[in-house]
């Protein structure tokens, strides 16, 4: 199974933690994350994650798809 991470809508955010990728890692799934997020890359990496250059590449490869995306704001 591969799990993809795909950068926030203003890159400054991030949908796993380096913590997580390596508990999924451990676990024997493939994680990819996109360049540039929240958290070094360097540290993904460490954690057992692949980086990928966009977002394309990571939907077009991957079973499974995370994102971080703006709460819609709540009306009343």
């Not at 692949?50 to 995306?69: G, K, L, M, N, P």
Request: glycine share 8%; net charge negative; with cysteine.
């Amino acid at each position: 199974m591969r799990f993809g991470f795909v950068n926030g809508v203003n890159n400054e955010e991030s949908s796993c933690s380096p913590a997580q990728v390596s508990r999924l890692a451990a676990s024997g799934v493939e994680v990819v994350v996109t360049r540039g997020s929240a958290y070094n890359d360097a540290d993904y990496v460490n954690a057992g994650a692949q980086i990928a250059d966009s977002a394309e590449e990571i939907y077009s490869t991957c079973d499974f798809v995370a994102q971080v995306q703006e709460c819609a704001k709540q009306r009343g």
